[in-house]
């Protein structure tokens, strides 16, 4: 399955112009924000960027699911102690190179919803894609699931999306794109990835031999553009997180542990520190590291990096 299938055509929200932003807001009742992105502005302190949307707009705005960056942060619980875990920047620590031509597990571990475009509870459509190597030829496997999550909340999930997934020499690729519908045709279409049957069925699937789950990717695939483009449903998070092996690349490194995607404007990614933010692995939550009461005010993903073990 070619890399292009991963999703060109299906932009999120924040990625578009203000006027089609501002047209798929009014599907979902965000009708002050719609306006905000469409009514003339006196002065404007940045050029349009090229993900759509003024970077000047967005403080204004408030709207964390108009943000289209994302960075990775890393923990290792072993080399923390207590409740509040220190986090690294991904891109900086050292690949364990033990994993290559290894099998790894990737869990969905935690979603954290600061806040997602609509009222109420969101119905989250997620697509997890990652490349992989089977028998001769690197493939690609897509798998989809579904999240109730409000603004403000942290879900456990503690999902299997894949295991095995074959670690080859030049690591591992895994990209992540979200879905809030809102349709509620679409809802209760989707409604059978929420029964115990489809959760056990998507636990048994992932553990399958990949050559077994690689037709699936075909279902997952459909089933979300289908979903994506309909209206009502606004794509939110996008980003891959390529998890590499050596020690020279820019990207995330691969190696045992938490990895946290974290949806941030374009103009915060040089100035983060991760420093200043510890992780709870029980709770799910990032709190400030200063006051321990103050969440993120970010929309954040946790997913988990182990070795495979044979049963």
């Known amino acids: 399955m070619p890399t292009e299938t991963w999703f060109d055509d299906i932009p999120v929200i924040g990625n578009l112009s203000p006027e089609e932003a501002a047209a798929k807001l009014l599907e979902v009742g965000e009708e002050e924000t719609a306006k905000s992105l ?34 990775f942060g890393y923990v290792n619980p072993s080399n923390s102690e207590g409740t509040e875990l220190l986090i690294e920047d991904a891109c900086e620590i050292e690949a364990d190179t033990t994993l290559i031509n290894n099998p790894i597990n990737i869990n969905l571990e935690q979603m ?8 109420g509870t969101h119905y989250i459509l997620f697509d997890f894609q990652a ?24 879900a456990i999930i503690n999902q299997p999306i894949f295991a095995p997934l074959y670690v080859d020499a030049e690591g591992v690729d895994f990209r992540c794109l979200t879905v809030n519908v809102k349709n509620e045709e679409d ?14 069925g998507l636990a048994a699937a992932a553990t399958m031999s990949q050559l ?11 089933l979300i553009k289908m979903v994506a483009k309909r209206s009502k449903n606004v794509p939110v998070q996008k980003f891959e997180m390529g998890l590499d092996v050596s020690d020279i690349s820019e990207r995330p490194r691969l190696a045992e ?7 941030i404007p374009e103009n915060y990614k040089n ?19 200063g006051d321990r009461t103050e969440l993120i005010p970010y929309n954040y993903i946790v997913f988990s990096v182990s070795r495979y073990q044979v049963k």
């Open 271 to 289: 100035a983060w520190d991760w420093e200043d933010w510890v992780y709870n692995p029980e709770t799910g939550q990032i709190v400030e590291d």
């Open 38 to 71: 469409t009514a003339p502005r006196k002065k404007v302190t940045t050029t349009p960027t090229d993900f759509g949307l003024r970077e000047d707009l967005l403080p204004f705005l408030d709207k964390p699911w108009l943000y289209t960056q994302h960075i």
């Open 112 to 119: 954290g919803v600061a806040k997602y475009p609509g009222g």
């Open 187 to 200: 809802e209760r279409a989707l409604s059978f990835l929420e029964s115990p049957v489809f959760r056990s």
């Open 257 to 263: 542990g938490f990895y946290i995607a974290v949806q």
């Open 212 to 222: 077994a789950i690689f037709p699936l990717s075909h279902l997952a695939i459909g």
């Open 131 to 154: 490349q992989t190597q089977i028998l001769d030829s690197r493939e690609t496997l897509n798998i989809n699931t579904t999240h109730r999550i409000k603004d403000g909340e942290v």
